[in-house]
């Protein structure tokens, strides 16, 4: 049984008749472009063919309730009266509704059943699945105009302001907006797309997408997220600038030797990494796969010497993919210290592939990864409506 209609027969069940939608939003793999959101940059993610189902109908007062599949519980909240009561997944589906109201929507209360299969904290937001299927739910009961690039930026609100993590517009833009078979180009400054369609192999074989969950994992609110956040605005201001998105590489090494070396280190990649997010979309609108596979080892050598946001066992498991027949390039992705890789490989030889890196990983590490073979999915949509 899908999730689809998991959520569909226990809505059924709970409250013996149909819901009146269903809406699902995916979580996303971040090809590379990491840690340059929040500095104004380029990001290369796709959305990803998990996500967040939701079952809902709407109700004639205020009251929101959700029930969670996956966690057993049920969130309940009035929209006259939202309050912070502890952290935990009912918090994000609050702030949406915060941010919504806070921007001048009217807003209409709902039930539903929720369920869905984005790994927890593994750095393929099931956040921001969970926000902006949300946000979906909220459009479809209220009855206003679905904007995904406003749906983004609001349900990045909610996650900044009422849930208290500080995370750029990525991941919230690809799950409001992505399409099928494409990872999207995002400009975080202006939030302009570009969809580019998965390169090919030389062969003409496709290429996949393979997720390589580490299973070690780092929680995002008390990591060193801020940390570097507040190290890149220092390099900024530094150099004068509103986001190091405005730095080019000329003048970074220009002044370097009046950076601090950490600062030193925290610029480079930011900088570096818009000029390979760049390069790997025309790589990808020029068919080539070798390419997009080579920047995104660099990207991992920046991430792990100059941004310093790796573990051993994405390194390990990085360096693993890196030898296997077939793969183009693998790398870190998401926020970092734990969670996931990601490698591009030839569709041939996925299945070999998928075992000789569980095997040796778990030989190097003693840890037994999570593999998932993705493809580039479509952003928050209503799925089904009776």
Known sequence: MSLQEHVTAVFTEKYGTTPSLVVQAPGRVNLIGEHTDYNDGFVLPMAIDRGIWLALRPRDDDQVSVHSLDFGVTAVFHLND???TKSGWGEYIKGVAWALQEAGYTLHGWEGVMAGNVPKGAGLSSSAALELATARAFQQVSRFAWDAAQMAKLSQKAENKWVGVNCGI???MISAAGEADHA???DCRS?????VPLPPALDGSGTAVVILDTTTRRGLVDSAYNERRQQCEAAAAHFGVPALR???ISEFLAEADNLDPVTRRRAKHVITENLRTLNAAKAMQNADADLLGQLMNESHISMRD???ITNNELNIMVAVAQTQRGCFGARMTGGGFGGCAVALVHEGVVDGFVTAVAQQYQQQTGLSPKIYVCQP?????VVAHN
């Not at 939030?191 to 969809?195: F, H, I, K, S, Y």
């Not at 999915?377 to 949509?381: F, I, P, T, V």
């Open 191 to 195: 939030l302009e797309t570009q969809l």
């Open 306 to 308: 100059d941004f310093e």
């Open 82 to 84: 939202l309050q912070h």
């Open 170 to 172: 990525m991941d919230q």
């Open 377 to 381: 999915s479509a952003g928050a949509a």
């Open 246 to 248: 405005d730095v080019s």
């Open 184 to 186: 999207l180009l995002i």
